[in-house]
């Protein structure tokens, strides 16, 4: 198609302007909502890492039915433990120096590095380390502000 000379055509698209406007609202939003998208997996992870040491704790109750003993060493118990990318688990006797009380811990590696929970024989539910800073509640802290 050819235009008479002399005549005006009006082309249709964006100016840089334009474009440069919407990619800093886009980087400006991004800003916000990274961190609460990484807050959010942590959380992820944390659930996970706490699931497995429920389930740990049940099926050393079920070892204990079948052997009246949590294991046969002071640095094993008796079942296998779990295998997370985010949490390493092992399990120790408690504070008596028989087969009597066990400690399972989950502390974190990788990206969740800083993380540290217990539960033991008893259920006690204990967060040992939280975001890198040592803690002593008694209970599982799963996000930043909670208590027990």
Not at 72 to 84: D, I, L, N, Y
Not at 93 to 100: L, M
């Amino acid at each position: 198609m050819q235009f008479p000379v002399g005549s005006r055509t009006r082309l249709h698209g964006f100016t840089l302007i334009e474009l440069m406007i919407v990619v800093g609202i886009i980087g400006i939003i991004a800003a916000f909502v990274y961190p609460a998208y990484g807050d959010h997996v942590r959380r992820g992870k944390i659930a996970e890492a706490l699931g497995e040491l429920s389930t740990v704790r049940v099926r050393l109750e079920q070892y204990y039915q079948d052997n009246r003993n949590y294991g046969s060493t002071a640095s094993t118990c008796g079942v296998a433990m779990p295998s997370t990318t985010s949490f390493s688990f092992s399990c120790s006797w408690g504070s008596t120096s028989n087969s009597q009380t066990f400690v399972a811990t989950a502390a974190g590696s990788g990206a969740m590095t800083g993380f540290a929970y217990t539960v033991d024989d008893a259920n006690a539910q204990r967060t040992t380390q939280f975001f890198g800073a040592t803690a002593t509640d008694t209970c599982w802290l799963r996000k930043k502000g909670d208590t027990c």
